[in-house]
């Protein structure tokens, strides 16, 4: 029975953490919680109703995904990007992306994969209907799942850990800018591109899409 009870709290304890993740990773894009806001423990473990110890652990994974960073005496805050480190973030995205998609132009056969691609792009367009939070959510599943259909583990973690700095260039253009990178019809000519099969072509398409995608985010 104790044993049973310890392993329940564990799990109680895993699903707040991962609640106040999504609640501070939704916050910080959308402006709820603005670059260069100090996070208080006392006041956020009181809006979360959360204990301090599991905010922490919710804390020191927002600073590994690069939307929070410490300051002065450790004190935390939301993390403001500039412009070259936006341009950065996006050509490292371009050059793994690119990896992933001449990889899967290399299959003999990429029916599954681009259906695959083409059911992300239809949650994009639902998404495209609701609210920013959905958008944001569809856009990154479909740049995911293009680096999860490689089955290169690597390049799918090389990947996730720049999704924290993809969430933060958002806040730094604006959510309208934001919002015209995430068309449906930019991200069917990369699928278009690997359903060829010409790894130059989706190269190509990539690095057009992650090159204009920084000048909106920066302009």
Do not use: Y
């Amino acid at each position: 029975m104790a044993a049973e009870s310890m392993s329940l709290l564990g799990l109680e304890k895993t699903s707040l953490r991962q609640q106040a993740l999504a609640a501070l990773r939704r916050a910080i894009p959308t402006g709820e919680l603005p670059p260069g806001t100090h996070l208080v423990e006392t006041e956020l473990s009181e809006t979360l109703r959360i204990s301090r110890g599991t905010l922490r652990e919710a804390m020191r994974q927002l600073q590994q995904e690069g939307l929070i960073s410490a300051g002065a005496r450790g004190r935390l805050s939301v993390r403001h990007l500039d412009a070259k480190e936006i341009r950065d973030i996006f050509a490292v995205r371009a050059a793994l992306e690119s990896l992933a998609a001449r990889q899967l132009c290399a299959l003999q056969d990429r029916a599954e994969v681009i259906a695959a691609l083409r059911a992300a792009l239809d949650e994009m367009e639902r998404a495209a209907q609701a609210g920013l939070e959905e958008r944001i959510e569809a856009d990154l599943e479909f740049h995911r799942t293009l680096c999860r259909l490689t089955g290169n583990e690597t390049l799918l973690h090389s990947w996730q850990s720049l999704e924290g700095n993809i969430r933060m260039s958002i806040m730094f253009a604006g959510l309208e800018r934001a919002v015209k990178n995430m068309s449906v019809q930019r991200h069917s000519e990369i699928v278009d591109a690997i359903e060829t099969g010409d790894a130059s072509r989706v190269s190509d398409a990539i690095t057009a899409h992650m090159d204009g995608a920084a000048a909106v985010l920066v302009a």
